[in-house]
């Protein structure tokens, strides 16, 4: 059964610093992985889509890199913003199923 | 383009009644797929819906069933409600969710007293 675990569970970092949110998965037979952002009840709003075939994919300031033989991705955020502040989440596809990671809660601080 | 739209934003019922919640896909997509998010996890899947059929589903019982109409909206229903279904229901609709990122929209917030 695939599981998908997200580490830290919640980070906080001053305005102006680069991190990274990690993100794994059990089986590598996947389709795809997405990181979505999730702001307080509210839905999700899709970041970065790789598909199993590709290593990374970059949007501004985004980064995300996918290794499906060690069963891991990376969200590389550069010079973080206070807008940034939200809970971040990763899923990955399988058979139409997507299984997602519990994410990481992000605080950044002006 | 509305995007993924869901009604009712939020519902209040009490055990053991049933409920219906709605999605109306983005345009030009035709797939529909419903999530459970309990407060602090991800979302989990529940089922998808496709060409009006349930194409895939999760785990989870029988109480929980849906629909697709041929203008590709969808319903979820759940019945013999639990306090355990407490949750946000998001709904994200494709057109190939292999080959694009899925449109989740807002969220229908349902709480079971």
């Known amino acids: 059964k695939q599981e998908v675990t997200q580490i830290p569970a919640a980070l906080s970092v001053p305005e102006g610093e680069n991190l990274v949110l990690n993100c794994s998965f059990t089986?590598?037979?996947?389709?795809?992985l997405q990181w979505f952002r999730q702001d307080p009840g509210k839905g999700l709003t899709s970041l970065l889509l790789?598909?199993?075939?590709?290593r990374e994919q970059t949007s501004g300031r985004l980064n995300a890199s996918l290794d499906k033989s060690s069963g891991r991705s990376t969200l590389y955020i550069a010079a973080s913003q206070p807008g940034d502040s939200a809970t971040y989440l990763c899923?990955?596809?399988?058979?139409?199923?997507?299984?997602f990671g519990a994410g990481t809660r992000l605080t950044v601080k002006p | 383009d509305a995007g993924v739209t869901q009604s009712p934003t939020h519902l209040i019922k009490t055990r053991g009644q049933q409920v219906t919640l709605r999605c109306s896909p983005k345009s030009g997509h035709d797939t529909v797929s419903w999530y459970q998010q309990a407060l602090g996890q991800g979302p989990q899947f529940i089922f998808q819906y496709y060409e009006e059929e349930e194409r895939q589903r999760g785990n989870f019982p029988d109480r929980f069933s849906g629909h697709q109409f041929p203008n590709y909206s969808s319903e979820l229903n759940v019945n013999a409600l639990l306090l355990g279904d407490s949750a946000l229901y998001l709904c994200?609709?494709?057109?190939?969710?292999?080959?694009?990122?899925?449109?989740f929209g807002p969220g229908t917030r349902l709480l079971v007293l």
């Open positions: 790789i598909q199993s075939s590709q």
């Open positions: 899923a990955v596809e399988v058979d139409n199923d997507m299984r």
């Open positions: 994200a609709s494709s057109s190939d969710l292999r080959a694009e990122t899925q449109y």
């Open positions: 089986d590598s037979a996947i389709y795809n």
